[in-house]
């Protein structure tokens, strides 16, 4: 059984096709014609959505200071809003028996009507829910300064009155959202004006609508505390004892909670389709109606929603331990620091530890996707689809990360390896065993979409060692639209110079769109080596790409603009080298 919350109502599901999206469960089974249908595929945003992850009620009672966030509908399977409250454009605005007049609006609907932001409307609650979400996170970041303020002696309303949302901050919310009618600059407009809306409110005393729920005393709440459905896994006769949270005719989806129920279930499911974010898979059932048989949906292990930083003399700083442990097993050797990500982290989950370990990487995530997709969209789903023009695989290239792979099955002896670690997972009731591979993930890419990974498998997490005081990371990509758009091409080249910082001492260069799937460029990293650091360096290395890649021509970029526009990227990281060693001796 799934169980949510839609516009404040509780929900519990158990009999339906798995394959339904978000979207054809608010039209189809609810009526909430409120979300329009445009793309059905991720790009235009007009089905776009709110919802909040609601918290175990073991540890709160109140969901006002868990964040929102906004996906796109039509691509989100239903089940994955198992545990969460999910918020359309209707619900936003109090209704009239609270505001006897009319329903009071959001600030973000009232400000779309004063600054005439829709014509036709089609977009519209696309681009309400992307404001509305903004205003709401931003109001809740302002609260919980003021309460931090307040205690440490300021007033709590000129905390509240300060830091405004920014044009880039509006322009960065509707990245993900398109209007053919109205033009940006009215809805831009509205963005600006809904905190001011919010403001005055604040002064007239009138009451704003509070979207969070209290869960002390409702349904889902209640289930919380209840027992776990899925009870224990009996491999040996192949049948499984463990409850699949959907379920018509044939059909089943899965929704493990920990990674030996994952293993369980891919013991007896080898051939199920692993669901994260969707934001791939998704298109398989609006795009290609692929009816998917068995699915088991990730989203609800936590261990692969977690990170951690391992120290060679010290345990993990934050994040799962159990993460950290796996890193520690293969790690005793290298006297490196690495950081970990489990496969389930999505792209906005990534976003603020990126930001301190890693800038140049993080600041890439602007030209990812957009807000919708980065919330919903994994690691791990990244890696997992093997897209030539994925944007992560070629930085972790750069970074020389490593993949670990799980290999599950009722008898798993088969993996070889110096990394490789065999484990039996047994209780009285099954005896499920699984194998771990850990391998450099320039291994990991066989040929085009083909890795890896086989029947049963599943990426764990991903291991990346920290950068050292003399290495240097540069990401370009090239892509027709700033924001939201799928690489022509890619760019990753970490330079690692010697210690008179005269000298290039070691170079990766990971590439996209170049191959028929993301790979180091030898040749041109064999170029640089020993090289001193000057332009002339970068030039020789970028002669050399030809022998490495030979890109086809497509929709996206001819092969010749793919071959020219790499080799002046690889000299402009090389002239951004220069001018940051500049920099650092200047300031030293
Ligand atoms: C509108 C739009 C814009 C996009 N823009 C970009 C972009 O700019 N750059 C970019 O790189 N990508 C982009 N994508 C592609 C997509 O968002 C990413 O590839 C995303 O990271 C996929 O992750 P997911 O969790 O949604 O994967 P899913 O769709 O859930 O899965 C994708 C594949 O990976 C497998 N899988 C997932 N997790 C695991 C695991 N742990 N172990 C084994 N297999 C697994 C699934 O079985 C499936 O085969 C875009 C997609 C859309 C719809
Ligand atoms: S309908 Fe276009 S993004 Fe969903
Ligand atoms: S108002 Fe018509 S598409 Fe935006």
Redesign the pocket.
Known sequence: MISFYLNGKYHEISHLNPNTTVLEYLRLHEHHTDTKEGCGSGDCGACTIMAQRLPNHATSDSSDSIPFYTFNSCIALLSLMDGHHLMTASYLADNPAHHPERALLHPAQQAMVDCHG???????PG?VMSLANLYENHRMQQQKNAKQGSSNGQPANELLSNDELSYDDIVASISGN?????GYRPIIEAGLTMGKIGQQRDADKTVAKDLTISLATDAMASDSKSQPKTASLDTSNKASTIEPALSEESRQLFIPKTVDELNQLLAVYPSATIWAGGTDLGLSITQHLVDHEVIIQLSAIDELRTWSLFHSKSSSKAGSKSLSELGNSTDNKAAVQELTFGAGMTYQQMLPILEQYYPAFAALFARTASPQIRNMGTLGGNIANASPIGDLPPILLALEARIHLRHCSPNNRDVGGEDASAKDESNEHNKTSYVDEIIPLSEFFLDYKKTKLRVGSYIFAIHMPLMQDNQHLFIHKISKRYEDDISACLVAVRIDLSADGMAIDHAKIGLGGMAAIPLLVKNCQQALLGQPLEIASFKKAAKALPMDVSPLTDVRASREYRLHVVQRLLIKCGKQLIKETQTERESS
């Open positions: 829709s014509q036709c409307g089609f977009c519209t681009f398109l209007c053919r009618c109205t």
